[in-house]
């Protein structure tokens, strides 16, 4: 392909992406294909030859596009959202062309200065003090196995790197039993292991990590001879959107020395709306590291993760390593790649920019305070039909209720509704029981699609009760 063709395809594939999320609502949400269908139809060998792009496009459009879930559709109700803003698609177009590698500050000084500024802009619209700095990571599951890395070199005096894990005890890290698997498999990779990953009970109508739980788990450990070495709360849960109270937890985790890691990866944008910080974010300032996703509820194109770092000293000695070619001399200057498990690194940064630039902070609160509301009034819906049970009250946009029945139906009426391809949702289990959660987040979603989702729900459970 020479550059006349790029440009002429890239006219084509813009013209084309802009009608695809026009017309999204009229597609079902989630694929419709079966195991196997899509590979069945590919050849078994690459082509020798090179073929023409039209007909790449048009197999793009034949094969692929049916086998594909639609992330962005308006009511894409399960899971949380991964939204792509416009704007946020444009920079990540600008940031494909000039395919950087912006592993230290000399391979992009762009690169680098605009993420230290974007993540300030983060830090002023979450509320968190001047002392914190951060870097993007690619999801938050990149960030917690960073703190807990770090979690487990502060308690090994940064002698893991070096020596490994053996003769150095049971490092024990602490839980909600709300917390999500990222937080296992963390554990897993950095040595810890599952058993030493200690998850706790949670109470109250957030269902926040229980305090005396917490203290006498880590009473009992000490007394066993093992090492607490971190807690990691949760601000909105994958689950049912759990939330820890978190001042009392910073309070033990302090008296304890732990090092303490917030889990905000969806919750965490809803923090630029000040109203919602006296209910989920006091004490947030206290934590070590917080993780929250833009990616999701704040709109930038996935891969974009930002970390806070109270300090970044920790996360340095846990992480930093410097051959020779990789130092750089003259000024000093941040290197991003220190500060995570990759070397390589994406120009993250400028989706952001690109995204708080045009809509304003005012613009993305707006979205926010509607998917809240819309939340509480779809939840209300669903609350009226008969027999349906609200099993967790909203949490922001996050609830779960039941239909009339046991688990094998509620997994019957969620197979149901998403055959039925006008909305998407997920089960979830919580006490015991399976639930079916509904969460509130689609970038372009309206009042509308979401009132939908009552009728939707009302529907199916008509046609197969």
Same mark, same amino acid.
């Given at each position: ?13 813009? &013209?084309?992406?802009? @009608? ?29 030859? @090179?073929? =023409? ?6 197999? +793009? ?14 009511? +894409? ?54 002392? +914190? ?7 938050? @599951? ?6 807990? %890395?770090?979690?487990? !070199? ?50 109250? =109508? ?38 820890? &109270?978190?001042?009392? %937890? ?23 709306? =000040? !109203? ?45 390593? !410097? ?7 003259? &000024? ?5 790649? !220190? ?90 289990? +919580? ?35």
């Amino acid at each position: 392909m020479n550059w006349d063709e790029f440009s002429h395809w890239g006219r084509h594939i813009s &013209d084309w992406a802009a @009608s695809y999320h026009q017309t999204l609502a009229d597609r079902p949400v989630r694929a419709r294909t079966k195991p196997g269908d899509i590979a069945a139809q590919l050849p078994a060998m690459p082509p020798d030859g @090179s073929e =023409p792009m039209d007909a790449i496009m048009a197999d +793009f459009e034949r094969i692929v596009m049916p086998g594909m879930t639609h992330w962005q559709h308006p009511r +894409f109700f399960a899971y949380f959202p991964a939204n792509a803003a416009p704007p946020s698609m444009l920079a990540d177009m600008l940031v494909t062309t000039l395919a950087a590698q912006c592993m230290l500050w000399q391979t992009s000084p762009a690169a680098t200065e605009l993420e230290t500024v974007v993540i300030d802009w983060l830090r002023q619209a979450m509320a968190l003090p001047e002392t +914190f700095t951060g870097v993007i990571q690619d999801s938050a @599951s990149s960030a917690t196995l960073s703190a807990v %890395l770090t979690m487990r !070199e502060r308690a090994t005096g940064y002698t893991g790197n070096r020596d490994g894990l053996s003769r150095k005890g049971n490092l024990r890290i602490y839980c909600s039993d709300q917390a999500h698997s990222s937080i296992d498999r963390a554990c897993w990779v950095a040595g810890i292991g599952q058993e030493n990953l200690v998850k706790l009970p949670t109470t109250g =109508p957030r269902y926040a990590l229980d305090v005396a739980a917490l203290r006498a788990a880590i009473a009992q450990d000490r007394a066993d001879g093992h090492i607490p070495a971190g807690l990691i709360a949760i601000t909105g849960g994958t689950g049912i959107g759990a939330a820890d &109270d978190l001042a009392p %937890l910073f309070d033990i985790a302090q008296a304890e020395d732990l090092y303490t890691h917030l889990d905000a990866a969806w919750a965490g944008s809803a923090m630029i709306c =000040p !109203e919602f910080r006296a209910d989920f974010w006091q004490g947030a300032e206290r934590a070590d590291s917080i993780v929250f996703n833009p990616h999701k509820w704040l709109g930038a194109q996935f891969d974009c993760s930002v970390q806070f770092l109270k300090d970044p000293g920790p996360q340095l000695n846990t992480l930093r390593i !410097e051959p020779e070619y990789l130092k750089t001399t003259g &000024d000093a200057v941040t290197n991003y790649s !220190e500060w995570t498990i990759p070397l390589g690194r994406r120009f993250r940064a400028l989706k952001i920019w690109f995204l708080i630039r045009s809509y304003g902070l005012d613009g993305l609160r707006t979205r926010m305070r509607n998917h809240v509301a819309w939340a509480g009034e779809v939840c209300d819906a669903i609350r009226a039909l008969d027999g349906f049970e609200i099993v967790t009250e909203p949490i922001l946009s996050l609830f779960s209720f039941r239909c009339p029945g046991d688990d094998h139906t509620q997994q019957r009426l969620v197979d149901a509704i998403n055959d039925d391809g006008r909305i998407y949702l997920t089960q979830a289990a +919580f006490g015991g029981r399976k639930v079916i959660r509904l969460q509130v987040g689609q970038f372009d979603t309206t009042r509308n699609d979401v009132l939908m989702a009552a009728e939707v729900i009302d529907d199916v459970w008509r046609s197969i009760s």
